[in-house]
């Protein structure tokens, strides 16, 4: 599952995973779980356990909408041999679209991921079908993992767009529709893209987006994008700092108990020995609650900036 910018197990009671790329510029996700199937009914089994772990939650035209992109994968192997890998995508409701400019930050930041992500397998699928030099994969974390899908000769794509022809649905469906419609006006013969030259793969998707005359796309959305990004890397680096210093915490408490057993219980134990130790332990432990409160000011700055932004967005709109 995808949900946040982040990636979770849904075969191991959803447990957080990291993305990385190797030596080889493969993209893993770190200790994903695999389970070997034989048949049919293995494979529904894993889809029925995946599914009760899911992220969803309900919105004005879905009690049940997902708010999370799910990634099953079928994979045919002959020993360590990869011979072929089928990916299932379940994208995100897109009603929660509409929320990118809503007054709570939780909804606000899932809804301000989904378009992205969204934007960005649009555009991979673009680059993709016109044997582009540059697909910008690592603009979202949903066409990040999928990397593998978008560079290989051989792979193909094919979407499959979910519409209600009620009235109460009428707005999901016209924007289910357009983009469904615009991926489906790619291929060979498409107008490429004039070249482009940015930083980072989301600038070049909005560059991209803008040349093709999406009005969608502005300065301002590339900005309020920018500032999700940051400050999900911001709380990625907060988070994983706090949890080094616990640890260290424990490992610094056993040290403190042993130099203060030597202390209270050793008639010979050297003072200056005891004044020495203790101080590298308090230095050591200073340093790292400056550097988690360096880090700490960082991810309050990027929720102040966030905040501004999607102010300017709601203003506008």
Do not use: W
């Not at 356990?49 to 045919?76: D, K, W, Y």
């Not at 378009?115 to 960005?120: F, G, P, T, V, Y």
Request: aromatic share 4%; glycine share 6%.
């Amino acid at each position: 599952e995808i949900y946040g910018g982040k990636v979770f197990d849904l075969l191991a009671s959803r447990a957080k995973r990291r993305v990385l790329e190797d030596g080889k510029a493969c993209v893993n996700v770190v200790d994903l779980k695999e389970t070997h199937v034989t048949g049919v009914g293995g494979v529904l089994a894993a889809i029925t356990e995946g599914s009760r772990c899911r992220t969803s939650g309900q919105t004005s035209a879905n009690p049940h909408s997902s708010r999370s992109h799910a990634v099953f994968q079928i994979m045919l192997r002959k020993g360590r041999k990869l011979y072929g890998k089928f990916s299932l995508i379940d994208l995100a409701g897109n009603e929660r679209g509409a929320d990118t400019q809503s007054a709570n930050r939780a909804t606000r930041l899932e809804g301000a991921e989904i378009n992205k992500s969204l934007l960005a397998l649009k555009e991979c699928i673009r680059a993709m079908s016109m044997n582009a030099s540059h697909i910008p994969f690592r603009a979202s974390k949903l066409t990040q993992v999928l990397r593998d899908s978008f560079i290989g000769e051989q792979a193909r794509t094919c979407m499959i767009a979910t519409v209600a022809p009620g009235q109460n649905s009428v707005e999901c469906t016209l924007n289910t529709l357009r983009y469904a419609d615009r991926v489906k006006e790619l291929g060979p013969d498409a107008k490429p893209a004039p070249p482009l030259t940015t930083e980072s793969d989301l600038a070049y998707m909005h560059q991209s987006l803008r040349s093709q005359g999406d009005d969608g796309e502005n300065v301002d959305m590339f900005n309020f994008h920018q500032a999700v990004d940051m400050l999900q890397e911001a709380e990625d680096s907060l988070v994983e700092e706090h949890q080094q210093c616990i640890k260290e915490n424990k490992d610094y408490l056993k040290q403190e108990e042993a130099i203060l057993n030597r202390m209270e219980k050793d008639v010979d134990y050297d003072v200056e020995d005891y004044a020495k130790a203790l101080d590298v332990i308090l230095h050591q432990k200073i340093n790292r609650l400056k550097n988690m409160q360096d880090k700490l000011q960082k991810f309050r700055r990027q929720l102040s900036n966030e905040e501004e932004i999607s102010k300017t967005l709601r203003k506008k709109k």
